[in-house]
């Protein structure tokens, strides 16, 4: 039988509408008998009824069958058993009294054989890597059935129950699906379950770096640990790369020594997918180095300021300017604070750094400046003076 014909049979069927064709001479004042049956269909065998059939103005006198498989048979009521799967035209002829006969036909369909359901996926391979998708994915079933036709497809996803498939299936969540299918015709008889696994992962890793020591105005002061972690949410991390310096990318194994010196570290990680971070730039300066400090007044002889000869002492008559001279290599000098005896006096953020000392003095006294650079590093110098200011001078 034509595919076509079997489709139209097979909706026929479905719907439990049923082809008559126009019979031959029903009408019923020429005397003609209608004939009409119901049947049963049990697996391979069919129970016809032609009870329904009629003659009005006498009585039906012979019932023939055909049964659409090569064979004849006769009676009101009669059983058959078709040989195999199909769909067949029946045809039923009663004949009344008069020799009077009226045909009709039906479609019976023996349908043992459950529907064959495929599925297609848009993009039909994945995206990613590893067999990962990286971007939504369409599905679609496909329910085929030559004979009954298909009732009703159904799926469920990651056993989420069964559902009744109506449309494209799409998946837009990061996921390990399990999707389960199957179909069944309109006998009911039900394809075995079938699945499919699709990996879906969007998502970029992330990276967290660690750094052994917390800084002080965006600097270190010391040789730095670093440690990097990536991180995926879904298909894993396959790799984490590095560069310092603009160097060349490498890929992260264990921590990473940075020393004196400005750097940029840069790092991302990718995940099993194929996914990649964006990239991480992190600006890491490190200055384990103490400023440079010289200091006046130093080794001579100061009246009212000025150094009157250099000496292996150092002498003060009257007020003085002590003024640190200081340099730093990296982060730059960020303080200067001035002590006399232990004592703090004042201290100065900007160049030049100094403190007019002009207090009631008579005696030794050690002057001592302590020099900050911006990473927190500091340097010491101090001076042992004698110092006479009465200052009534
Ligand atoms: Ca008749
Ligand atoms: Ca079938
Ligand atoms: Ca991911
Ligand atoms: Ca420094």
Redesign the pocket.
Known sequence: MNRILSKLLAFALATSMLFVLPSKGNDVSDGFPVADFTFEVDGYNVTFNASMSYDSDGFIVNYTWDFGDGSIGYGEVIKHEYAE?GIYEVWLTVTDNESKTNSTFKAVCI?????LTEYQLLPPSPTGKNGWYVSKVKIELFAY??????KYTYYSINDGGWMKYTGAIYLEEDGNYTIKYYSI???L?QEEEKSFGIKLDMDKPYTICNISQSSYNGWYDDILLISLEAYDNLSGVENLYYRIDGGIYEKYVENLTLYEGRHVLEYFAMDKAGNAERLNRKEINIDKTPPEVTISPHKGFYIFGRKIISSDITFIIGNITIVAECSDNLAGVKEVEFYIDGIYKANSSSPPYEWLWDEFSLGSHEIKVIVYDKAGNKAIKTEDVVAINPKWI
Do not use: M
């Open positions: 799967e349908d043992l054989t459950p529907p059935d030559e004979l009954s036709g298909v015709d309109n006998y008889n």
